[in-house]
């Protein structure tokens, strides 16, 4: 156990320079202002968190509401002015704090925005918080010189390289199931874009098998191998190269927002610790800020992991890396399957992997009269919130409690039953939700499994050797679709009760 200590120490303290570090905190910094900034100029804040009646929420958070139009826009405000103040080094651990609780008040308050870049980025402020990153080249230095160092323990570099890391590898365990190894949903979402692109070239090699093969099964074997192959100097080219083309694929394929851009600018941690010095110009802009800016002669960089701050460092990052391991292994805690219930996907690095359509209506029963009545939820959830609820059963669940809590209010005691149909990547419909539970009176869980949510039922994938043809083809194709879908809910409309 010594010898692993010490190696270890030797591991995590090592000094490296910092320039990395710096470049870094600045490119993260002004890409978090720029995405801020992106909500405010096309109007998203006011969109998406003042105009909705109701916002959506995880199990464990619905105690995290809105704070009005003029509250939502403030705390937008406030993440760029955050972004910027940790790009400049300016009270950067404050701003790293300020930015992290103000980006997890949005992450939490519409839950129906969740996308795994955004629980990333939330860590990762969290993270940044920790490292030495504004010891150079920073309004920090020039406010106190004596916190200056052209190096830091590697151990910061473990810690950021470590949660890539563990991202990319989770990313590609999850598209190791059966649905992916097909080429589905990949298959479809191909299709879709090549209609968007009209007949000709770019449309033909989206349809192609082998291209949606090599898209499929590309993803998976990026996210496997992109760390090992950066980390090792004779494929870093390589992979360098691959992971600019699958970020811009990625932009171009998916709306995922600062996401790709994120993970590019995140891309330079593997390059060598001094990359920054290596650019043309170096001498006249960064090494200045870097190696001479506060410093005082006789002044010695301060070293805030001496003595017993190594071990509690070395526990924090054991603590801190194996929440991030077992997070995503939770939904082998769970019977039923993650992709169809829902149950263990979330902060779990499970990325753009199913595609889930669905319908549902309520039917309530006032349980003094016995009246009943139908609601459609379309009426008072936007497209986007319907949307997420037809594939979310935690959603569903909280819009009913929502509906009897009004109807409470109105002196209603009332049942509330969901008639609800799910397709998983583009299989036939089924029942999601057991039509004969009240789901008003089931209780909201946290951890527990959800016994109201049916079973999957494993129904073949389509066949891929079903064209979708592009411009009017698509279209006819689509109209063949919902007709079938017209049939089938005629032969198997759910019985009133």
């Known amino acids: 156990m010594a010898a692993l200590r010490e190696k270890l120490e030797r591991l995590l303290f090592t000094r490296i320079d910092i320039a990395w570090l710096v470049a870094f905190r600045v490119l993260f910094g002004l890409l978090m202002a720029w995405d801020a900034w992106r909500y405010l100029w096309l109007g998203w804040v006011q969109e998406h968190y003042v105009d909705p009646p109701l916002l959506l929420k995880f199990p464990g958070f619905e105690w995290v509401q809105g704070v009005g139009s003029v509250g939502m826009h403030a705390v937008f405000i406030g993440m760029i002015l955050a972004g910027f103040a940790i790009s400049a080094g300016f009270f950067y651990r404050a701003a790293c704090l300020i930015f992290c609780l103000l980006h997890t008040y949005i992450f939490l308050v519409a839950a129906e925005y969740y996308l795994n870049h955004a629980y990333l980025i939330s860590v990762l402020a969290a993270v940044m918080a920790t490292v030495p990153a504004h010891?150079?080249?920073?309004?920090?230095?020039?406010?106190?010189?004596?916190?200056?160092?052209?190096?830091?323990?590697?151990?910061?570099?473990?810690?950021?390289?470590?949660?890539?890391?563990?991202?990319?590898?989770?990313?590609?365990?999850?598209?190791?199931?059966?649905?992916?190894?097909?080429?589905?949903?990949?298959?479809?979402?191909?299709?879709?874009?090549?209609?968007?692109?009209?007949?000709?070239?770019?449309?033909?090699?989206?349809?192609?098998?082998?291209?949606?093969?090599?898209?499929?099964?590309?993803?998976?074997?990026?996210?496997?191998?992109?760390?090992?192959?950066?980390?090792?100097?004779?494929?870093?080219?390589?992979?360098?190269?691959?992971?600019?083309?699958?970020?811009?694929?990625?932009?171009?394929?998916?709306?995922?927002?600062?996401?790709?851009?994120?993970?590019?600018?995140?891309?330079?941690?593997?390059?060598?610790?001094?990359?920054?010095?290596?650019?043309?110009?170096?001498?006249?802009?960064?090494?200045?800020?870097?190696?001479e800016l506060g410093t005082k002669e006789g002044a010695a960089p301060e070293d805030p992991l001496a003595g017993t701050h190594k071990g509690r460092i070395m526990a924090a990052m054991g603590v801190f890396f194996a929440v991030m391991v077992l997070m995503p292994l939770r939904h082998h805690l769970y019977a039923s399957e993650v992709a169809w219930s829902e149950e263990g996907h979330i902060y779990s690095w499970r990325m753009k992997l199913r595609d889930k359509q669905g319908r549902f209506t309520l039917r309530v029963v006032d349980k003094t009269s016995g009246r009943t009545w139908r609601v459609d939820p379309t009426e008072q959830l936007n497209d986007r919130q319907y949307r997420k609820a037809c594939g979310r059963p935690y959603f569903v669940q909280q819009y009913v409690h929502y509906l009897r809590d009004a109807y409470a209010k109105d002196g209603l005691d009332v049942a509330i039953y969901v008639d609800h149909f799910v397709s998983l990547n583009y299989r036939p419909e089924r029942r999601f939700i057991d039509p004969e539970v009240d789901l008003a009176q089931a209780e909201r869980k946290v951890i527990a499994p959800d016994?109201?949510?049916?079973?999957?039922?494993?129904?073949?994938?389509?066949?891929?050797?079903?064209?979708?043809?592009?411009?009017?083809?698509?279209?006819?194709?689509?109209?063949?679709a919902t007709l079938r879908i017209a049939s089938r809910e005629a032969r198997t409309a759910p019985a009133v009760h």
């Not at 200056?148 to 590898?169: F, K, N, R």
Request: aromatic share 14%; glycine share 6%; no cysteine.
């Open 135 to 291: 010891r150079a080249a920073s309004f920090d230095v020039k406010r106190r010189p004596e916190i200056h160092t052209s190096e830091v323990h590697q151990w910061t570099w473990v810690l950021l390289v470590g949660l890539l890391g563990v991202v990319y590898t989770f990313g590609a365990i999850a598209k190791m199931n059966a649905d992916w190894m097909a080429a589905e949903p990949v298959r479809h979402w191909l299709r879709w874009r090549a209609d968007e692109a009209g007949p000709g070239f770019i449309s033909q090699m989206l349809v192609d098998e082998r291209f949606v093969h090599l898209i499929a099964y590309g993803g998976l074997l990026f996210d496997l191998l992109v760390v090992p192959g950066m980390l090792w100097k004779r494929t870093r080219p390589l992979f360098l190269l691959a992971s600019l083309g699958f970020h811009l694929t990625n932009n171009f394929l998916f709306s995922i927002g600062v996401f790709p851009w994120l993970m590019i600018a995140a891309t330079t941690m593997f390059l060598d610790r001094d990359w920054p010095r290596k650019v043309p110009g170096y001498r006249d802009i960064f090494a200045r800020a870097v190696d």
């Open 451 to 480: 016994p109201w949510i049916l079973p999957f039922p494993d129904d073949p994938l389509p066949s891929p050797a079903i064209p979708l043809r592009t411009g009017l083809g698509a279209k006819a194709n689509e109209l063949i």
